[in-house]
């Protein structure tokens, strides 16, 4: 194994051991409020968790990307959105909704897509001019990108910046919210949950939400996962329009429709408990998982990069 690979591995294990440590803490209080609460104080965990994600990426897979740009998530955004709001994706989706109504002209702010980044850690979209990203993360890994915990932040009637960190988020004000390999690193399905409804309040009308999660099995391993949460997000008008399988990731691409999103506790329960990853269903112990974790790549596969992440079955 190659330096370069070995060092990888190294980046990966502290990875997925705040992953691993997120659900074990969840498991032994049984509330995931609590357990997150902890998890944003230990401010060394986060930092190393926060620098380790930024030199995977940076010195990983932007390797990866330009060997094989098919294999990009940032590619694979990029695509997405410059066809449906610079292309003509939106009137596609318009005409077969076939809804006989006098649509609005899409508006963009200064000919500019807004984006909305949760979880960016270094900003990997503040390439494409067309965008004007506002990249947040709960522990940022450079100066640039907002401090933000996503799960608690207030949505309001503005979006309020101070310092590097983000007050409150204006809704109905974003064309697109990513979440890119973010669902999987909460430890509860409910959190998760929380996430796309905050998401679907701050996306304007016909706006979209992308969701990339990793995955190097086949399409069809993690089918039923990617089925439930696409039933789930559709319940409060965030519809799939797009899904592809590329090499090592999900990508989804969901659009928001008006429809009156269901009210009642115990339907919005059973909606969260669909955004659910196979993980949450572990019962291994720490040593029996971390064991199981120790999976041998071909020289190959490391290179690549995206066999370091937690997988949809890690």
């Known amino acids: 194994m190659s330096q370069q690979s070995e060092d990888g591995k190294v980046l990966a294990d502290i990875i997925k051991n705040v992953h691993r440590r997120l659900r074990q803490e969840l498991k032994e209080s049984g509330d995931s409020e609590s357990s997150w609460i902890n998890h944003c104080r230990n401010e060394a965990r986060l930092k190393e968790y926060a620098k380790s994600m930024h030199q995977l990426a940076t010195e990983h897979w932007e390797r990866l990307r330009e060997s094989n740009p098919d294999t990009s998530r940032i590619n694979w955004t990029w695509s997405f959105l410059s066809n449906y709001f610079l292309g003509n994706g939106c009137e596609i989706q318009r005409q077969k909704s076939k809804l006989n109504i006098d649509w609005p ?14 979880g960016s850690c270094y900003n990997p979209f503040k390439e494409f001019e067309e965008l004007d990203v506002l990249p947040v993360d709960l522990c940022p890994a450079l100066e640039f990108v907002y ?15 101070e310092d590097q960190s983000v007050l409150s988020l204006a809704s109905s004000s974003f064309h697109c919210v990513v979440f890119s390999f973010l669902l999987e690193y909460f430890p509860s399905c409910s959190q998760r949950w929380t996430c796309c409804e ?9 706006g979209v939400l992308v969701i990339i999660t990793p995955d190097s099995k086949a399409a069809h391993s993690n089918s039923k996962v990617m089925r439930s949460w696409r039933e789930a997000l559709e319940a409060i008008g965030l519809k799939r329009i797009k899904y592809e399988k590329l090499l090592h990731a999900h990508c989804m691409a969901f659009r928001k429709t008006s429809i009156d999103p269901p009210t009642s506790e115990d339907r919005l329960k059973l909606l969260a408990l669909k955004m659910y990853i196979p993980q949450d269903f572990h019962s291994q112990s720490d040593s029996e998982q971390e064991e199981n974790d120790h999976i041998k790549f071909t020289e190959e596969e490391l290179a690549e990069g995206f066999t370091y992440l937690p997988m949809l079955n890690d």
């Open 198 to 206: 905050k998401a679907q309040q701050l996306l304007m009308e016909e």
């Open 147 to 161: 401090q933000c915990d996503f799960l608690t932040v207030p949505v309001g009637e503005k979006t309020f910046l």
């Open 105 to 118: 002209k899409l508006m963009l702010k200064d000919s500019k897509i807004s984006v909305l980044d949760v």
